[in-house]
């Protein structure tokens, strides 16, 4: 990616680096060259060795991440499967699951399986860092679950290209996918100058961010790629109008 230039607004992209790819070709689809795209992952996701139950009767997807990592380790396809939101529910099926998707978050997924109440026990396949506890929230409504960890999201520094661009003058904008991302990019982003405007994916990583201070914070209506591409298009050519 090419380096910051006060002429373009600056996308900096902080996901990990498969869907920090993959949200640059929608960006590039909607916006074309409007604005200058600097990808610098906060997180690298690493499989981890965890132990599996060995007869679970469903599983549960809260992430691609670890969709991937179970998939990898394990050869069966025949159980039920539950996902939070439609991009890893499609990971899921690509990756030869009948899965259905939830639809939003971990509230969502929470709703529709209280509603469903499959026989347990069910496994939630996570990261070392999750946000929901799902396995216990189940298990305290009458739906048996266990978790299995089998990948990890290790911290990673910003790159040369993205402290040049928070160093610079043009506006950053900053989408948002996490708590956890959002407070690798508070202590990142402190020496920053650079007018930094984030958009954040839902109301607990609009919170995580508060502490950038001076940045603007924007939530999306849904907790999905979707409605971060809309509201980011919308803030761009807010911030671009006459």
């Not at 508070?186 to 502490?211: F, K, N």
């Given at each position: ?85 439609d991009r890893t529910a499609a990971a899921a099926r690509a990756a030869g699951f009948a899965a259905g998707s939830a639809g939003g978050d971990a509230e969502a997924l ?133």
């Amino acid at each position: 990616m090419a380096h910051a230039t006060a002429s373009r607004p600056v996308l900096l992209l902080t996901r990990p680096q498969a869907q920090s790819e993959r949200f640059a070709r929608a960006v590039t689809e909607r916006l074309g060259d409007g604005v200058e795209i600097v990808i610098s992952p906060l997180l690298e996701i690493r499989d981890r060795d965890a132990d599996l139950p060995q007869a679970p009767r469903g599983l549960i997807f809260t992430s691609e991440n670890g969709v991937r990592a179970y998939a990898r380790r394990v050869s069966r396809r025949d159980l039920p499967v539950w996902c939070v939101g439609d991009r890893t529910a499609a990971a899921a099926r690509a990756a030869g699951f009948a899965a259905g998707s939830a639809g939003g978050d971990a509230e969502a997924l929470l709703a529709l399986l209280s509603a469903e109440k499959p026989a347990g026990p069910l496994l939630h396949l996570r990261g070392a860092h999750a946000r929901g506890e799902i396995a216990q929230r189940l298990s305290a409504a009458g739906i048996e679950t266990v978790e299995a960890i089998v990948y990890d999201q290790v911290p990673r520094l910003l790159s040369p290209q993205a402290r040049a661009a928070l160093a610079g003058t043009a506006p950053v904008y900053a989408p948002l996918f996490s708590p956890r991302t959002a407070r690798l990019l508070v202590d990142a982003a402190a020496e920053a100058r650079a007018p930094l405007h984030v958009i954040a994916m839902s109301a607990a990583v609009a919170a995580a961010a508060q502490a950038l201070g001076k940045a603007s914070i924007s939530t999306a209506e849904r907790p999905d790629a979707g409605a971060m591409l809309d509201l980011l298009a919308h803030r761009i050519a807010a911030a671009g109008a006459p």
